[in-house]
């Protein structure tokens, strides 16, 4: 009798046991695709962890349906990593192998299989089961793959659709349908035989009577004097005042060369690669430190102030790990974020970059994952957000994690709800490779642990070529309201700073933690506020679309006309959010181009890009966003930064509000001056003496690091307590009560250790379910692994209770 373990792509915590013959037995490696039979008529793609001879004693075995792959789809140090995470994270071992391989490679009985369109398909080229596929999604759109197997009557269907999904003649249905095409902008040059001085002298005789041609000529010399960069169509167009015909007629006589470009190629002699990696003195001697640090500890933390050059640091250590011939894994926390970097990195390592994020379709994903597995020499260098660490590596040397400070590297929903920053370091420690940690801003407990010698510390503490700081300046909104020099959301003095940059042709960064136009609308009459009917939150109106929007789950509203309560017709909006700055901008300067940057204007694969590459080509000159703006972001032109409100963060039921205020607010600054002058930062506040916001403006990371460290030993925080967040959902109200009561009860008598709760959140109802929630503190010094089984232990007894099954426990380990 022979037996594979597999992992189903199920919430499910524990492996299963199928029946293999011999020669599968003999066949079969760990890493393998499976596709098994599951419950009554399922069928799903397992993977498997392991072979071996004992048969299960509490079921009979089933057999296996078919080998999906002829060699391991997945490495054993990626299994052990993922059952690493499972353990840590307390959740099963099949959330982490749904959420770690892309969908494509997971199809099951339930998918969904559409056509794909505008594909052309040679029919002689396609074996008689898939042409019946093929015939059969031409008369139905959608198929699920149980259907499929009915019609071919067959049970195992799944590499005949993997062929076809190679083919690209076949999609699953989750795939979004992307519109945007990477946008081209045409730029002109003067043709190569007019540029010697003979050239010069033949040209003039060739424009002897076309004047309005002559004209254009004299504006691409003045612009390509003046500017020395590339010249758009629309830019020669605008200098001269002529109309495009003409321009197209001077390319027509091979006078003038057109080329197109797509996005921002501010560099395209290429010449900027040559400089760009000659560090300077203080990068030389961190890039140094860090190869010393490295000798004697696996991770390292660059401390840099913003825009001190770290990319150019990554780029040489990741040049020498390449020599060595390993695989080098770049983490980033937004997806904005990897535009740039990869645009960047292309200059120096070629097509050697693979990138990895969720807005990527499927086959895309499923291809990244085949290279990095084969460590061809396209995926040396990984590029990507959290998702990223999933992938099969065959020999990682070297894990950069960029902004390790950023909230946004843990996951919080589905499970397995990991931090990126520390899976990564474990991941790294499987591997025998080495961590590099980047910040300004770095976390509270990744700076504490480089203050006990964990981890080694490197800081340059001056921005590159020596530029300085930007000057930092706070408005206090209760005087400027009090003095009525208020236009709006703006103050005097940052409407006068934004027309003086606007002047100077600089661009303008402005933020705002918040998207929509206001987040309250209400009736002056009789107060009423519009709530979400299936969450505990008033709805965001958002006056683009108008209508009213949740933010947590997708409910919406058109824009109410009159009060639903009392129906008075007088409602006023509370608050602001990114549309509402926008639309004041508009009247303010109204001859500026404004754009927007948040979750509703950056939905799509290429949403960023659109964006970025358009300010980066200085088509916009200013920008409104959310946090997505304070990640890592290099603009050269940006003059100014102003901070809307710095208020917002602050309040935040949190006890990381005033870490990450500082973290958020010095981000966004250092996207100031980051060429040669110094930027300006305005920061808009209702008390400029909060001791945070002093600590941004005189960027006192130490001071906000000393008086955060003491706060947070004296109430049992993190890095002084590990906690573990339970939250309880159910749609009963008093059930929930109850079973979170009785928890709270079995966890504070079993634990000799802090155990907080049952508390009713800040948002108390999301889609309709009660939430409550249990925070249990864990000193450092105690067993993290022996704590976990109690509680696990603890959680399967609470099951076990019947009224209180239907209770849906969240675990979140390391709740940041």
Known sequence: MFFVEVVLPLSLAKTFTYRVSETEFHFIKKGMRVAVPFGKNKIYTALVTDTHENAPTLYEAKEIHQILDEKPIATEIQIKHWFWIANYYMCGIGDVYRGAFPTGLLLESETIISHKPDTVVNDSELSDDEFLIYEALHHQSSLKIGEIASILNKKNILPILQKLMAKDII??????????????????????????????????????????????VLAYFQLNASEKKPITVKKIVE???????????????????????????????????EKQLHLSEAQEKAFT???????????????????????????????????????????????????????????????KIAVFHSKYSNNERVEVWKQTLESADKAQIVIGARSALFLPFASLGLLIVDEEHEQTFKQTDPAPRYHARDSAIVLANFHQAKVLLGSATPSIETYFNTQSGKYGLVSIMERYNNVRMPEIVLVDLKDKHFRKRMTGHFSDLLTEEIAEALQ????????????????????????????????????TFHKHKNQLRCHYCGYSIAKPTHCHSCSSIDLTTKGFGTEQIEQELLALFPKAKIGRMDQDTTRGKFGFEKIIDSFKNREIDILVGTQMLAKGLDFDNVSLVGIMNADNMLHHPDFRAFERSFQMMTQVAGRAGRAEKQGKVVIQTYNPNHNTIQQVTNNNYAGMYKEQLYDRQIYKYPPYFRIIKLTLKHRDFDKLKEGSMWLYQVLSQNLNIPVLGPEEPAISRIRNEYLRTILIKIPQDLPLGGTKKTIQKMLNSFEAVAPYRAIKVVINVDFY
Request: glycine content about 6%; proline content about 3%.
């Open 171 to 216: 999609v699953l249905e989750e795939e979004i349908k992307e519109s945007y095409k990477p946008k081209l902008i045409r730029y002109v040059k003067l043709h190569s035989k007019y540029e010697t001085d003979e050239g010069l002298g033949q040209l003039l005789d060739v424009l002897k009577n076309a004047n309005k041609q002559k004209e254009i």
């Open 239 to 273: 200098a001269s005042q002529s109309s495009p015909a003409a321009v197209k007629a001077l390319i027509e006589k091979e006078i003038l060369e057109e080329y197109l470009l797509q996005q921002d190629r501010v560099n395209f002699e290429g010449k900027a690669s």
């Open 289 to 351: 430190e860090i190869k010393e640090n490295f000798i004697d500890k696996e991770v390292c933390l660059l401390h840099g102030v913003t825009s001190s050059g770290k990319t150019e640091i990554y780029i040489k250590l990741i040049e020498e790990y390449l020599e060595t011939g390993k695989q080098i894994l770049y983490l980033l926390p937004e997806i904005a974020l990897t535009t740039q970097l990869v645009s960047r990195l292309r200059l120096h390592f070629g097509d």
């Open 504 to 539: 100077l042709g600089e661009q303008v960064i402005l933020f705002q933690n918040r998207r929509g136009y206001s987040p309250i609308i209400e009736c002056l009459t009789c107060g009423h506020v519009p709530h979400c009917q299936q969450c505990d939150v008033s709805l």
